[in-house]
């Protein structure tokens, strides 16, 4: 039995699995839960955030719009399954024109520490790099220093200091669709100035493991367990129809989260239902937040599905670690 280290959630979205399979994923069967018309401007509405707030949830979602530009809206729900989508992109507050100037927002994550909601993104300066920001109310928003110089994408915070220093996770990248993609950690004493970067775990270029041969990247926060941090990430290949996006998990030192304990050699998740399959972005699974409850164990992990719509699936912490376990290279 593991147990994740976290407070309880007694509303988060549930489903028991209806059919037994070799994954240790299921889908909910209400999926997609937010269509490509999430609010009144959105083309699709995909790779995106949500967190516990007051009595409920609140988000920070990616909706391109239909003139296909990429930005991130605040949004709210009761249940984690019904969203309340704003109109209006979110504007962010701050003391510097030059940071606050928007090229594009994409692929937010989420995550208390302390007092503050913190955002990342993947931010437009010239080309992607990792935008951060915070807020206390979904309302009002501060943006801080980008985290990265170009180009880097799914920068993840863990969700508390380890041994004193903030940590992220990140994938540097080029200014395309990027062929190649290992996943990296930074260390910071103020959230402001990143170092100490090290190398976490990388694509993996054989054939025993080919559905992450192309790249990987962090996904949804790190959960804490004692047995480590789970992380859930996508993994990418390259086929004669273009990138596959799949979901892996592993598990990393609680105190060293360079170090990798165990990674799936098999993937936990593809693509494999229409909406997944068909999109503006076919076969793409892509997972950016989980909640859960540390009473039951029980995950709900929010996907943008072919980069159109958003969904949710469902593992148990027992359930994702034993397969970590049992896969691992
Ligand atoms: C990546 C990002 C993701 C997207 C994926 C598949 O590079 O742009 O937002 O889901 O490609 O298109």
Redesign the pocket.
Known sequence: MTKIIGTNLTNMPWQERKTEGPLPLWRFDQNPIIGRDGNKVSNSV??SAIVPYKDGYAGVF?CDSRSIS?DIFAGFSDDGIHWHIEDEPIRFEGDDPEILNREFR??PRVILIDDKYYITW?NGYHGPTIGLGWTKDFKTFVQMENAFLPFN?NGVLFPRKINGEYMMLSRP?DNG??PFGDIFISRSPDLTYWGKHRFVMGAEKGDYSAWQSTKI?PGPVPIETDEGWLIIY?G?ITTCNG?V?RMGSALLDIDEPWKVLYRTRDYIMAPDVPYEQLG??SN?V?PCATIQDSATGRIAIYY?AA?TVTGIAFTTVDELVAYTKKNSF
């Open positions: 995909f790779n990616r990429m994409y692929d993947c994408r990248s669709h990027t990247g996508h990418v990138f996006y503006d972005v793409v892509f943008g980069d």
